[in-house]
Nanobody, 118 residues
Framework: QVQVVESGGGSVQAGGSLRLSCAAS????????MGWYREAPGKQRESVAH???????IYADSVKGRFTISRDDAKNTVYLQMNSLKPEDTAVYYC????????????WGQGTQVTVSS
């Protein structure tokens, strides 16, 4: 079992920055990849950024160059630094922990709201 808890959302004007945190607990060793997804009103949940156990990262094209995902293994925490925020970044952001053992499964946090005003 893995639990993930997000924090750090809020409201900001366009061009501003926010940093989201995702603290993982439980069977941390089973986590293969952690990532961030977002869900805007009326839209499907979409992938934003991911980081695997080796530190490799993947970003959605819409956030490349603006968002940075990182991890602090000592704190079992993954961060999403969001710079140059745009109104279209407004969404509920969810942290995801993907495990492969003993079975493949995705764990989700409760979500944190990010609102960017123009």
């Amino acid at each position: 079992q893995v639990q993930v808890v997000e924090s750090g959302g809020g409201s900001v004007q366009a061009g501003g920055s926010l940093r989201l945190s995702c603290a993982a607990s439980g069977t941390i060793a089973n986590i293969n990849t952690m990532g961030w997804y977002r869900e805007a009103p009326g839209k499907q949940r979409e992938s934003v950024a991911h980081i695997n156990s080796g530190g490799s990262t993947i970003y959605a094209d819409s956030v490349k160059g603006r968002f940075t995902i990182s991890r602090d293994d000592a704190k079992n925490t993954v961060y999403l630094q969001m710079n140059s925020l745009k109104p279209e970044d407004t969404a509920v952001y969810y942290c995801n922990a993907h495990v492969m053992v003993p079975v493949e499964y995705n764990y989700w946090g409760q979500g944190t709201q990010v609102t960017v005003s123009s």
